[in-house]
């Protein structure tokens, strides 16, 4: 039996449809989300364990540090920081990651390795899809339920210093800020010390409770010449003496706190060896994190390995920090470190939040999910 050149090219275009349409829904998934809206409305609090008559499990935690201070260097991949150019350009850090009060992460990102994607993972704790691409180039608000509309609904000061693409996202949440345009590739000086000038009068001010500065020069580097190019090693440089004047200017400022305080340096992507981003290569999801804190105080001896994690765990980590309820839509978990030294009532607590909050997102996302009694 002969098919006629009409039935033939009939069938040709229904197997391209369908092509496409198989395409399409791998390459841009259905989002893991939370359905009961973005408004922070007042919730219901996580149910208290059935063991204990009295406790203080229905109630928030709250804040486990004063400041927190997240320093994001666009295009820190790990061995930037944890290996030999580390050692070399970055003494500070290196101290601070063998000797010091921190914890070392490589934070996997997930593809698309590109900017606007991967601040939407670090403060959502959520995975955006390959759509971000083309959104990357124009920002809009972010509406996803985030850590920084949680703080600034919880009345928390927000500054933030650096990359516009976070002024986009979040227009109205910060009390002050100083965006600097991402797109000149080949400016890797002025666009840092434009973030950096602003250090020695904020660091004195204590009318914020959270500062955010996004780094560009670094990135701009790898674009221009690669990660083997010697400017490479002096921008590290350059970063390891802005992280020292952070932290010193935090532990001096603890001593008038309740609270300790926390600075995170980390990076939003990594960078290939062609010098760009955006696919999954190792060089490009693997990302440096250093969670560094007084709280976080090691004995002689202590020696602690950077562990592997996921970018989105630091959105649920750092609700915790804060004493803010977990972004609905996170699907990462409590960095454990952070919390270790606590009693362990309070870590049970911490992680019966963040157990909570993942189970209501999985009832939502999968109808055939059951919760055992």
Known sequence: ?????????????????????????????????????????????????????????????????????????????????????????????????????SHSFVAEAKPPTVTMPRIKALMTGSLPGFIDVVRNLNSPTLLEDNVITRAKAAGKRIIFYGDETWVKLFPKHFVEYDGTTSFFVSDYTEVDDNVTRHLDKVLKRRDWD????????????????????????RKLSEMDSVLMKIHTSLLSEERETLLPNLLVLCGDHGMS???????????????????????????????????????????????????????????????????????????LRFLHLNTVQLSKLLQENVPSYKKEP
């Open 1 to 101: 039996m002969r098919l006629g050149s009409g039935t033939f090219a009939a069938c040709c275009v229904v197997i391209e449809v369908l092509g496409v349409a198989l395409f399409l829904r791998g390459f841009f998934p259905a989002p893991v989300c939370s359905f009961s809206g973005t408004e922070h409305q007042t919730e219901s609090p996580a149910p208290e364990p059935s063991a204990g008559a009295i406790s203080n499990w229905t109630k928030l935690p709250p804040p486990l540090f004063s400041k927190v201070v997240i320093m994001l260097i666009d295009a820190l991949r790990d061995d930037f920081v944890f290996g030999s150019k580390g050692v070399k350009f970055m003494p500070y850090t290196t101290y601070l990651v063998e000797k010091g009060s």
């Open 273 to 347: 060896e062609a010098g760009g981003h955006g696919a999954s290569s190792v060089e490009e999801v693997n990302t440096a994190m250093i969670l560094i804190s007084s709280a976080f105080e090691r004995k002689p001896g202590d020696v602690r390995r950077p562990k592997y994690i996921q970018q989105t765990d630091l959105a649920a980590t750092l609700s915790i920090g804060l004493g803010l309820p977990i972004p609905k839509s996170s699907v990462g978990n409590l960095i454990f470190p952070v919390i270790e030294g606590k009693p362990m009532r309070e870590q």
């Open 210 to 233: 959270v500062l955010i500065l996004h780094y560009l020069g670094l990135d701009h580097i790898g674009h221009i010449s690669g990660p083997n190019s010697p400017l490479i090693g």
